[in-house]
């Protein structure tokens, strides 16, 4: 049976989540040297078909993400001609405060992923986009409209 967990292949699903080494190390238990050794293939996975679950648990909450980000840009411009503000964060802190249900599920670096891979999506279907940093003290992201 073939390896559907290659080498390049976990590299390749863990960058795209926009997961270091150490992030994805410290998510699953382990040292950062043990994900390296993984990618170079000087070493492989005991258990390979849970990091395969993983990564795909991951990515499937990435994409519920993208998605949600997409519904907020659906409701909003067909309200205004101004352009979405896609909030990413400054620190863990902060997206947790504001975030909290997506900082339990996603790290705050694939959320990140997520806010900056929207605006290709969204232009494509000319919407425009501002990518904003949001703080404790700044609340751009949530003011609401009381027209």
Same mark, same amino acid.
């Given at each position: 049976?073939?390896?559907i ?18 992030n994805?190390?410290?998510?699953l238990?382990?040292?950062e ?6 990618e ?6 005991? #258990?390979?078909? *849970?990091?395969?679950h993983?990564?795909?648990? /991951?990515?499937?909450? &990435?994409? @519920?993400?993208? !998605? ?5 840009? #659906?409701?909003? *411009? ?6 979405? /503000?896609?909030c990413? &964060?400054? @620190?863990q802190? !902060? ?9 339990r ?25 501002c ?12 003011e609401?409209?009381?027209?």
């Amino acid at each position: 049976m073939m390896n559907i967990l290659t080498p390049v292949a976990l590299r390749s699903r863990r960058e795209e989540l926009g997961l270091s080494r150490s992030n994805f190390a410290k998510i699953l238990g382990l040292g950062e040297s043990t994900i390296r050794s993984w990618e170079i293939a000087k070493s492989s996975p005991r #258990d390979p078909s *849970s990091i395969d679950h993983l990564l795909g648990k /991951l990515e499937g909450e &990435y994409l @519920n993400l993208v !998605d949600e980000l997409m519904c907020t840009a #659906d409701d909003k *411009s067909r309200i205004t001609s101004e352009p979405l /503000l896609l909030c990413s &964060y400054f @620190n863990q802190r !902060d997206y947790e405060l504001n975030e909290p249900y997506w900082s339990r599920i996603l790290p705050i670096s694939t959320y990140r992923v997520a806010v900056a891979h929207s605006p290709a999506i969204l232009n494509s279907e000319n919407i425009a986009t501002c990518i904003v940093g949001v703080s404790e003290r700044d609340e751009n992201c949530f003011e609401e409209d009381n027209d």
